[in-house]
């Protein structure tokens, strides 16, 4: 099993992120999610054509995911929202 984060490349509302877990490969979870099978967020997403994809994973089932949820800090967790640039 894995843990997902999905980044919202434009916000939906408040949200920026999703997490979810799957018990199979993350990239088939996301085909189910594009196809509105799932979490209403992203079928809303889908709705307003709104993309998104999936950015990190984790080894872990629906404990890990409740408790990185229950943290409400997914914008930390995701590689994109801490994307530094630098210029020289």
């Given at each position: 099993?894995?843990?997902?984060?999905?980044?919202?490349?434009?916000?939906?509302?408040?949200?920026?992120?999703?997490?979810?877990?799957?018990?199979?490969?993350?990239?088939?979870?996301?085909?189910?999610?594009?196809?509105?099978?799932?979490a209403r967020?992203?079928a809303v997403?889908?709705?307003?054509?709104?993309?998104?994809?999936?950015?990190?994973?984790?080894k872990g089932?629906?404990?890990?995911?409740?408790?990185?949820?229950?943290?409400?800090?997914?914008?930390?967790?995701?590689?994109?929202?801490?994307?530094?640039?630098?210029?020289?």
């Amino acid at each position: 099993m894995q843990v997902y984060l999905i980044h919202l490349d434009t916000p939906l509302a408040h949200a920026k992120h999703y997490i979810g877990f799957t018990e199979g490969l993350p990239e088939n979870r996301l085909k189910e999610h594009r196809l509105g099978v799932g979490a209403r967020i992203l079928a809303v997403c889908n709705e307003r054509g709104i993309t998104y994809r999936i950015v990190r994973t984790w080894k872990g089932g629906r404990t890990l995911e409740r408790s990185l949820k229950k943290r409400k800090n997914a914008p930390k967790l995701c590689p994109i929202c801490n994307f530094h640039h630098h210029v020289l």
